[in-house]
């Protein structure tokens, strides 16, 4: 019989060999969760790590608070419709998120948009402030009901021109 070690251990090379199947556009790189984040990042995030920061914006009261900031009170669900309803919304977003920008990929199944220039400053280091990103969107999407965990989802960067911001369901 296998311990629980063996199963978990089991189940995440299962998901790293789904996820690495999946072609991303040409200069995009799959954002990485794994690593430290800085205290500029941490102090953005209000907590030491991603995983606390998700924790707290996962309960009921963070969602509420998530709301309150973006501006909008409900989407239709969706990646496409929630992405273009908040990046629509006058909201903090948009000091990161170029709105206009937003398209949807060629196979339907997910959006890109740029970023501002100054993206790499956001986190004090080009690593966390992809993290930072990273946390914004997902807690958004996750706030409004839209796919967003790391089974259903691959988010993703490039780092080319002033950067772009991919979300690709799986």
Known sequence: MKTL?????AEAMINEKDET???L????E???RRGSITS???EAL??????GARIKAATAEGKKEIIEKLKVSSTDGTILGTMKTVLGAQNDLQKVFIKDSLKTLDDGDGVMFKVTSDWASLGGSSA???KLMLFWIESTLMTYGAP???????????DVGSGQFLIQKK
């Open 40 to 42: 500029v990042a941490q």
């Open 46 to 51: 209000g907590d030491s790590s991603l995983k």
């Open 148 to 158: 967003h965990s790391k089974s259903d989802v691959i988010y993703a960067f490039s």
């Open 30 to 32: 799959k954002i990485e």
């Open 128 to 130: 966390s402030s992809k």
């Open 5 to 9: 070690k063996e199963f978990l251990l």
């Open 25 to 28: 556009p040409d200069n995009f």
């Open 21 to 23: 199947q999946i072609k």
